[in-house]
């Protein structure tokens, strides 16, 4: 069964440095997102991707942020300058249609020293 | 504005009791509803979804919801708990055009 794979699980970054978190999404998907969950608490909506561009995004969605399809299976999410507050673990999903269920990566776990 | 709540924060369950983990929803529209489940330190896994047609929707691992338009609910329910079902329990909304609102979660812990 197709499924969404992120890479790396764990990255440890230290304050101000710039990463990049991983995603390939099931093949044939066209919508994609990243959110984030902070702590095993409440999952937050980063950003939406779809006809190469960004569709939506949300107030988290900074200028430090900025995502990427550089060819046709990675789909990337870089923060420039992390912070502290950035230690979360990231999710990147895609789905296929509109109306149709998202499916979810493993998660990067992403902590800031 | 659009909103989802999970009212329980944490739900206690026997084995083998039924068990039901609560979601009301605060949307414009007809939203579709969705069931996500996360098992410790794992990914989203979709359980099932309602969008159209039957209330009663079936999903994975004998779970089930009811959509309930007059009380804008759609609560979550299996009939005999496992203890494997421990886990965090999702309900997120999506109106069509716009993007997946996840209520705050409801942590279940079924006991042996």
């Known amino acids: 069964e197709p499924e969404v794979t992120q890479t790396p699980s764990h990255q440890v970054t230290q304050m101000g440095q710039e990463v990049i978190l991983r995603c390939v999404p099931i093949s044939n998907h066209l919508y994609f997102y990243w959110y984030r969950q902070i702590l095993g608490q409440k999952v937050e909506f980063l950003v939406s991707?779809?006809?190469?561009?960004?569709?939506?995004k949300s107030e988290i969605f900074d200028d430090q942020f900025s995502v990427e399809r550089p060819d046709g299976s990675n789909f990337t999410l870089k923060i420039r300058s992390t912070k502290l507050e950035d230690s979360a673990m990231y999710f990147c999903?895609?789905?296929?249609?509109?109306?149709?269920?998202?499916?979810f990566g493993p998660g990067t776990r992403l902590t800031v020293l | 504005a659009q909103s989802v709540a999970q009212p329980e924060d944490q739900v206690n369950v026997a084995e083998g009791n039924p068990l039901t983990v609560k979601c009301t929803y605060s949307v414009s529209g007809n939203p579709y509803l969705f069931w996500y489940v996360q098992y410790p330190n794992r990914g989203l896994q979709f359980l099932l979804k309602?969008?159209?047609?039957?209330?009663l929707v079936k999903g994975s691992y004998g779970f089930e919801a009811e959509f309930n338009k007059s009380q804008t609910s759609f609560h979550l329910k299996k009939p005999s708990a496992l203890v494997s079902d421990s886990a965090l329990y999702f309900c997120?909304?999506?109106?069509?055009?716009?993007?997946?609102?996840f209520g705050p979660g409801t942590r279940l812990s079924v006991l042996p």
């Open positions: 309602y969008i159209t047609g039957d209330n």
């Open positions: 999903a895609s789905k296929l249609e509109m109306a149709r269920e998202q499916f």
């Open positions: 997120v909304f999506y109106n069509y055009g716009q993007n997946f609102v």
């Open positions: 991707f779809y006809n190469n561009e960004i569709s939506e």
